[in-house]
């Protein structure tokens, strides 16, 4: 509660009533109510705001597809998900579409996947499903989603350090002096002695003969 003020009673009440300033959870108004308006658990503006319809707020920012997808039209996350603010808590539009459609909360250990290819703005309940990670996971390698992360190839040496690296490692004939190890190179070259053998062995920068 903040910003308390005193509110003056009519002349013939003496005693003054004390008003706090509240946010409504549902339009971000401000509104002023006695300071125990609180405590009955009322955090909304209006009568309005208090029996607002997530699902009727929902449908109002669909744009629908030719296609049937039922596209979200407001704030995305960071994964491409729609994300609508219901009460204090921040929902992802196609699970609340889940919950509101059937009536019933997610199983736990479970999430609801798209059966429309890439479309994650859809919320569609006919396009959603509830499922396992695993469930998913074979979706997006059934539409083609599934793309392994590239790392892009750091090189720390030059193709003459490469081979000069393992002319040192070549098998010792006779005469010729005890080949070094392979930590001792890696003292050498700045690096572990694995990554030695990795590259004397062609495990990397195969392409350098």
């Known amino acids: 509660m903040k910003n308390y ?10 005693k003054p009533i004390k008003l706090a300033t509240f946010t409504c959870e549902r339009c971000g108004k401000q509104f002023q109510k ?3 308006y609180i ?37 995305l ?18 699970r609340l579409m889940w919950i509101l459609h059937n009536k019933k909360c997610i199983p736990k250990g479970l999430i609801i996947r798209h059966t429309c290819i890439g479309n994650r703005k859809c919320i569609n309940p006919d396009h959603l499903l509830v499922g396992t990670q695993k469930d ?4 997006m ?3 083609g989603r599934f793309r392994k992360a590239e790392r892009p190839e750091v090189r720390l040496f030059t193709d003459d350090q ?26 050498k070259y700045g690096i572990k002695g694995g990554a030695i053998w990795q590259i004397v062995n062609f495990k990397t920068y195969k392409e350098v003969k």
């Open 5 to 14: 003020y005193l509110k003056l009673l009519p002349p013939a009440v003496s």
């Open 34 to 36: 006695e300071f125990w």
């Open 39 to 75: 405590k009955k658990g009322r955090r909304f503006c209006s009568h309005a705001c208090r029996k607002q319809d997530p699902l009727k707020k929902l449908l109002s920012m669909v744009i629908k597809q030719e296609n049937g997808c039922w596209d979200y039209k407001g704030g």
């Open 77 to 94: 996350d960071g994964g491409g998900y729609g994300q609508i603010k219901v009460g204090k808590r921040m929902w992802l539009t196609h």
């Open 136 to 139: 998913n996971i074979h979706d």
């Open 141 to 143: 390698i059934r539409q």
């Open 162 to 187: 490469i081979r000069e690296i393992r002319m040192l490692r070549k098998p010792a004939s006779k005469g010729e002096r005890v080949k070094p190890s392979y930590k001792e190179l890696g003292h």
